[in-house]
């Protein structure tokens, strides 16, 4: 039996949403979609995800605070979370390192090679 890498993709966008399901094939990945950080925690409470695709913007709750309390109210470091977001500045990037994440991909994310990426990043975290 073929058990699917569990993702939740945090994501407000919904165009964007449909962008990463294409994209992540469902023979690899088991997926779960959030509009906004209070759904994604709900989901990610029960869903009990492998990687997180991260929005930093969202509404009701942002990326950065779903971040914190992933890794350090929970606890997890073993949830990998990899932040999607259009900010790239350096200060940006450092910020959501400084929290444990697994990967940083800015926006517009080549939609072709996503799910070779989150695979990478999966395998190569996993070993």
């Known amino acids: 039996m073929q058990t699917n890498i569990k993702i939740l993709v945090a994501e407000d966008i919904k165009p964007t949403q449909k962008l990463y399901d294409a994209a992540l094939n469902d023979d690899f990945f088991e997926k779960k979609f959030a509009d906004n ?20 913007y969202m509404p009701i709750m942002t990326g950065f605070t779903l971040l914190k309390k992933i890794r350090h109210e929970f606890k997890d ?34 939609t072709e090679m996503l799910e070779q990426k989150i695979l990478d990043i999966y395998l190569q975290q996993t070993k």
Not at 91 to 97: F, N, P, Q, S, T
Request: aromatic residues 12%; hydrophobic residues 40%.
């Open 37 to 56: 950080g209070q759904i994604a925690l709900e989901y990610y409470k029960e869903f009990k995800p492998d990687i997180i695709l991260l929005d930093i």
């Open 77 to 110: 470091n073993l949830t990998k979370i990899v932040v999607v977001t259009s900010m790239n500045y350096e200060e940006d990037v450092r910020g959501c390192a400084e929290f444990g994440i697994d990967g940083y991909l800015v926006k517009p994310v080549d």
